[in-house]
C-alpha cells in the first residue's frame, strides 16, 4: 500500500508562482499530478516516468508547469509559474504502478488528499 501526502498549496496571485509537493511512502513508479476545479472533472496535469526520463504535461500547463522527482527521497514536484486564475483547483499526486508516464487517470492506482491552489485575479 502507497500513502501519497501533498503539500504546498495556498493563494497567490496571477502571475505567481507555487510549488507543490508530493511524499509517498513504499514504492511508487510513474507518478502524475491531476486537478479538479469544482463543478469539472479531474483532469490530467502533469506524468513523470519512473527514472525521470520521460515527462508530459497537458497542453493548458506546457511551458509554465515543471515536473520532477527525487526517488532517493520518494518525492514528486510540481512547480508552477505564471500561474493565471484557470489554474484555481484542488491538486492531486498520484502513483501508478506503471514504470512508463501515462497521461490515463485510470492508470493510476494510488491518490494523495488533494492541496488546493488558488489564484486570484
Known amino acids: 500500500q502507497v500513502q501519497l501526502v501533498e503539500s504546498g498549496g495556498g493563494l497567490v496571485q496571477a502571475g505567481g508562482s507555487l510549488r507543490l509537493s508530493c511524499a509517498a511512502s513504499g514504492d511508487t513508479y510513474a507518478m502524475g499530478w491531476f486537478r479538479q476545479a469544482p463543478g469539472k472533472e479531474r483532469e490530467f496535469v502533469a506524468t513523470i516516468s519512473w527514472r525521470a526520463a520521460t515527462t508530459y504535461y497537458a497542453n493548458a500547463v506546457k511551458g509554465r508547469f515543471t515536473i520532477a522527482r527525487d526517488n532517493a527521497k520518494n518525492t514528486v514536484d510540481l512547480q508552477m509559474n505564471s500561474l493565471k486564475p484557470e489554474d484555481t483547483a484542488v491538486y492531486y499526486c498520484?502513483?501508478?504502478?506503471?514504470?512508463?508516464?501515462?497521461?490515463?487517470?485510470?492508470?493510476?492506482?494510488?491518490w494523495g488528499q488533494g492541496t488546493q491552489v488558488t489564484v486570484s485575479s
Open positions: 498520484a502513483a501508478s504502478t506503471n514504470k512508463w508516464a501515462t497521461m490515463t487517470r485510470d492508470s493510476y492506482t494510488y
